[in-house]
């Protein structure tokens, strides 16, 4: 296969890792043994600080960007894929480590590969992609850990409007649970409410520098933000409630104590997407399946085309991107 195909790749510029558009051909990508045609990517706050250069996503280069993809099987050397199957791919070190979604064409390790569920099409799969799927991962934990009730207390969901905390705010409510939105842009509640938040926090509430040891609020969050919010968060959680732990976009510290741990027994579950076990995927994944209302999921999605990536990238790093975008590799 000699077609070139347009990609977005990140190489070091100016000694930082940033994107352009390169045309390349499969000859190439890895040799991995799953050829997939690749149908759909997204937009994930990793993928614009990669694209932006405003963040070292890529620890080698080049590479081509895109941490998740969904496309279909055009050959492979394995006999659990063949060709026709739909796929998808969410994290595995794509646009980090190894090859990611941003082109026409992937070549996949098979243990990365997931079977798209019949209920989704391409395009809403990557609605979902990494942020969604991650979000899904968040609610398994703290259903697992057990202090969230259906219809009882009230569940934090932090970055509310973006794109793992809509999708959380979804699925919690789908579960029958109080949710709480921390968001800064008032506008947003609309869209939110209409997503299943019931009350709301100003996000400069949780931004700010609180006591190690607040009044007991939360049973359970979702956080995506990090730093103070965290901390803030942490320290208002009751007894026995867990926060969930999968962004860092307000910043990597987290300027608390131990104290809401050891006097409350409240944990800090960090939730890792990009490595997770097909285990706890395949539990997650169904769980979207399941609970993920496709008209609210269609509601909040965007479709841009890839040409449009390093204005995109820059929008999203600014908070200017509500809900999920959809990247159609071929435009």
Known sequence: MS???????????????KGSFREMTVADLPDNDVLVEVA??????????????????????????????????????????KAGDRVMVNGWGLSETEFGGYARFAKL?????????????EAQAMAIGTAGYTAALCVDAL????????????????GAAGGVGSVAIALLAAAGYNVTASTGRPETQDYLRSL????????????????PLQKE?????????GSTTLANALSQTVRGGAIA?????????????????????????????????QSQRQSA??????????????????????????????????????GRVVIDVSK
């Open 196 to 211: 299943g938040a019931r009350n709301f926090i100003d996000r400069a509430v949780l931004q700010e520098k609180g006591g």
């Open 217 to 225: 609020r939360w049973t359970g969050g979702i956080d995506s933000v």
């Open 245 to 277: 732990a999968c962004g860092l976009a307000g910043g990597a510290d987290l300027p608390g104590t131990v104290i809401p741990h050891i006097l409350r027994s409240v944990a800090l579950i960090g939730v890792d997407s990009v490595m997770a076990p």
């Open 3 to 17: 077609e070139t195909f347009t990609a977005m790749v990140i190489d070091t510029i100016d000694g930082r890792p």
């Open 40 to 81: 759909y990517s997204t937009l994930n706050y990793k993928d614009g600080l990669a694209i932006s250069g405003k963040g070292k996503i890529a620890r080698r280069t080049p590479l081509i960007g895109g941490v998740d993809l969904c496309g279909t099987v055009v050959e492979s050397r394995v006999p659990e894929w």
């Open 143 to 158: 259903e697992k850990w057990g202090t969230i009730r259906p219809g009882e207390g009230e569940v934090l969901v932090t």
């Open 285 to 322: 994944w169904a769980r979207l399946a399941r609970d993920l209302d496709l008209a609210k999921l269609d509601s909040i999605t965007q479709m841009q085309p890839m040409s449009k990536l390093p204005d995109l990238a820059e929008d999203i790093l600014a908070g200017k991107i509500r």
């Open 109 to 121: 390790k098979p243990e990365w590969l997931i079977r798209l569920p019949d209920v989704f099409s």
